[in-house]
Every structure is written in structure tokens, then in C-alpha cells.
């Protein structure tokens, strides 16, 4: 029944090296987004694709990047996590500017 | 820019009935939702305002005023499953960006 599906759930990785988060979605949904949360803070949208358009919000970090190869999946690439960049990254799907349909999230560490 | 404030916690009793405020200043507006999130879980969607008034959904009710800058979330007959963080968010009217509020943080008790 999993309608936004994101893997794994928690990710540890290490300073400097780089790691993959990725979400899938059965929904059909045309819009999928990345947004970053951290401890008691608001949702922060990274990025987000419209089809394949993608769309980078102004004060994203270059050390973000996103791949959607299919309508079905897309990936949140950090290319050297630092410590600031531990937090809860959750996926979102929408059809259009309807309500977001979010994943679970990823929690990631970095040590 | 944007701006978007709600209460940082609140707390209510099992049964009673509770009010969320938000107020937002955004330089275009496409929509209002609001959200539910439980600790470490995912947000999950509650109600969407886009024109003035009043939407009743089950036990959840959302108010819009456009012209104040405001919105509130009403929650009815509370549960103590109710206990968890609730998330403004407000659509832009361009681009498909939310804008969240930090969230209120409900607590209910027996």
C-alpha cells in the first residue's frame, strides 16, 4: 500500500564521503521533491521536478544534487556531507499543486 | 519573502477542543495546508484553504482570511493520539514550493 517509499530509513555516513538517499512512488504523480528537516525546524525545500524539470531552490548548497531517471524514482545525491547536513530528508509527490504526499523520510547521520 | 509564525507548543485536555494559529506574510498566495507530523514520522496531509471560510473535515476544521494573513486549525473531541507537531504551509503562486511554519507542538493530556 506504500504510496512514497523512501530507502533506507537511516543512513550513517562519514564526513567527506559521499552518499544517496532515494525515493520511489506509485502514485503517478508528476511533481516530486526533496525537502531537508532538522531537529524541531520547518520542512526546507531543496529542490524539486516537475516532470524533468528540475527546479533548484536559490539557497540549496551546490553540495546537493537530484536525478529522476523515471517518473517513478528520484535520488538525493550529497556529494561531501558535513556535519550541518545531518537531518531527516523526506520525499514528496504531488499531481500538479494538489496536496504533497509525503515518504517517511530518511534520518541520515554523519559521523 | 516569506513569513510564516505559529505557536511553538500548546497544550489541551483529552475531549476538549483546541485552535492552531498561523499567520503568514508571503509575497504571493496560492493556498494554505495544513499538516500533521508526528515525532519522527512523516507529514501527513490534514486540509488545504485556498479560498475564505471555513473547511470541516471529521473532527478538523481550517479557517482561511486572505485579507488578515491568517488561517487556524481546529480540532475537536481531542484523542491522545492528537499529540504531535502541526505544520502550516503556504503555496506560493508561482512554482510548486511549500512554505512551512516551524510547526505547533500539541500535547494532550489525560
Known amino acids: 500500500d506504500a504510496m512514497v517509499i523512501q530507502n533506507p530509513r537511516y543512513q550513517v555516513t562519514q564526513f567527506g564521503k559521499p552518499v544517496t538517499l532515494s525515493c520511489s512512488q506509485t502514485l503517478n504523480h508528476n511533481v516530486m521533491y526533496w525537502y531537508q528537516q532538522k531537529s524541531s525546524q520547518a520542512p526546507k525545500l531543496l529542490f524539486h521536478?516537475?516532470?524533468?524539470?528540475?527546479?533548484n531552490e536559490a539557497d540549496t548548497p551546490d553540495n546537493f544534487q537530484s536525478r529522476r531517471p523515471n517518473t517513478s524514482f528520484c535520488f538525493l545525491d550529497i556529494r561531501s556531507p558535513g556535519l550541518g547536513d545531518a537531518a531527516m530528508y523526506l520525499c514528496a509527490t504531488s499531481s500538479g499543486r494538489l496536496e504533497q504526499y509525503f515518504g517517511p523520510g530518511t534520518r541520515l547521520t554523519v559521523t | 519573502g516569506q513569513n510564516i509564525d505559529q505557536p511553538t507548543e500548546m497544550t489541551a485536555t483529552e475531549g476538549a477542543i483546541v485552535q492552531i494559529n498561523c499567520t503568514y506574510q508571503t509575497s504571493g498566495f496560492n493556498g494554505l495546508f495544513w499538516y500533521q507530523q508526528h515525532a519522527g514520522e512523516a507529514p501527513t496531509f490534514l486540509s488545504y484553504n485556498v479560498l475564505d471560510g471555513l473547511e470541516e473535515k471529521g473532527r478538523f476544521s481550517s479557517f482561511l482570511s486572505r485579507s488578515k494573513g491568517y488561517s487556524y486549525l481546529l480540532l475537536k473531541e481531542l484523542q491522545m493520539k492528537d499529540s504531535a507537531s502541526y505544520l502550516c504551509?503556504?503555496?506560493?503562486?508561482?512554482?510548486?514550493?511549500?512554505?512551512f511554519g516551524k510547526g505547533t507542538s500539541l500535547l494532550v493530556t489525560p
Open positions: 521536478y516537475y516532470d524533468k524539470d528540475f527546479n
Open positions: 504551509a503556504v503555496a506560493s503562486n508561482s512554482g510548486y514550493a511549500l512554505n
